[in-house]
């Protein structure tokens, strides 16, 4: 891979609680609380949480929780990158090392507490439509969109020398479940959702969670993560993560290329499912390049918009594609004030939300159908 390739990839993927010693400490009223949660037996098999153990990476792992006045639960999954193959693997994110240019975060950074964060993290803001709810944070630390089953040997770049990586994003999730499960009995409502790496998580690890929680209504959102991928990556992924989609896909001969948030529509018909981005999304047309696909920006933004349109045709889909470069939302200032898509992305939002949809349309900013200008950058 081209070095200027390389650098300008990495640039634009930066990411831009008192804790709790055993997984059955309970949140208070309003506090986040952060959890460590201990090895736990699910369905006879052992899971014990943890980060990357990447070289130089803290391998603790934990998560967070607040209670809520209401009776609906959000469960958010972070992002922070991806790693699949030599190169990516040897250049993570660390709290005493590369933080603004890695390819994915190996341990969880000092910077991932949600009370530091924005957006539908601004719960004492009242135009917040999550202010009341419950949630659960879900970190990443493992370089694998939260997909991960697998302990994968790689060698360093620089040096030849091998090292292995723990990609249990699934694993940890299985985790966190059982806690949830044990301390949100039966909300009313549930988001599920997450940005960047986290919005394949919420995808993945929907009909796990829908099995936890049958009762209510369900909405999954994915910010920042629309798919777009080679063939050549979802291979080179399977094989280092053991990714695989949930079985109750699986049973309708669902294969790896399959679109899978369409999939989870036609299978839960009575839930909704969404997904936002912009237009240029720099960071998503980045792994792209990375990915090996040519003319990637342009590219990118062009099967993302035939993606959109085809899941479009599902009565419980809709998408808000916004103008711009910028990567992610739902922790942003941008939430609040993000206007290009025909409406305010808030109000778009709240209508995901409301009982009757009422108001909840596909929505694109007006030159959001043309591909960008060349040259696109990579």
């Excluded at 009776?71 to 933080?99: E, K, Q, Y």
Aim: glycine share 8%; aromatic share 12%; net charge negative.
């Amino acid at each position: 891979m081209k070095v200027w390739l390389v650098a300008l990839v990495m640039t634009l993927m930066a990411w831009a609680a008192s804790p709790a010693s055993a997984e059955e400490a309970a949140p208070e009223t309003g506090a986040w609380v952060e959890i460590t949660p201990q090895p736990m037996r699910i369905g006879g098999r052992l899971f014990e949480p943890t980060c990357s153990h990447a070289p130089g990476a803290d391998p603790a792992y934990s998560f967070w929780a607040r209670q809520g006045t209401s009776d609906n639960l959000v469960i958010f999954f972070d992002g922070g990158g991806a790693c699949w193959d030599d190169l990516t693997c040897s250049v993570p994110w660390l709290n005493n090392g590369r933080i603004d240019d890695g390819f994915y975060k190996a341990e969880i950074l000092d910077t991932d507490n949600p009370n530091r964060f924005g957006g539908v993290f601004e719960l004492n803001n009242p135009d917040n439509p999550l202010r009341d709810w419950s949630f659960i944070f879900v970190p990443y630390c493992t370089g694998d969109v939260h997909m991960g089953s697998n302990t994968a040997t790689y060698r360093d770049v620089d040096t030849g020398e091998p090292f292995t990586i723990e990609h249990r994003g699934a694993d940890n999730f299985r985790v966190v479940l059982e806690w949830a499960r044990r301390h949100f009995r039966a909300p009313q409502q549930i988001l599920v959702t997450g940005s960047s790496a986290g919005a394949y998580g919420a995808e993945m690890h929907f009909p796990r969670i829908r099995d936890a929680f049958p009762r209510g209504r369900a909405i999954m959102l994915g910010d920042g993560g629309q798919g777009v991928a080679t063939p050549e990556f979802t291979a080179l992924r399977n094989q280092a993560w053991h990714a695989a989609l949930p079985s109750t896909l699986q049973a309708r001969d669902a294969t790896q290329e399959e679109d899978l948030v369409a999939l989870l529509a036609a299978r839960y018909p009575r839930d909704r499912f969404a997904q936002v981005t912009t237009a240029q999304d720099a960071t998503q047309a980045g792994f792209y390049a990375l990915m090996g696909a040519e003319d990637a920006c342009r590219t990118w933004s062009q099967k993302m918009v035939r993606d959109l349109s085809a899941r479009q045709s599902a009565s419980n889909f809709r998408s808000y594609i916004a103008a711009g470069r910028a990567h992610t939302i739902l922790r942003a200032p941008r939430f609040y004030t993000e206007t290009s898509g025909g409406e305010r992305f808030i109000d778009w939002f709240s209508g995901l939300l409301r009982d009757d949809a009422a108001g909840w349309n596909n929505l694109a900013c007006a030159e959001c159908a043309a591909p960008p200008p060349a040259p696109c950058g990579f």
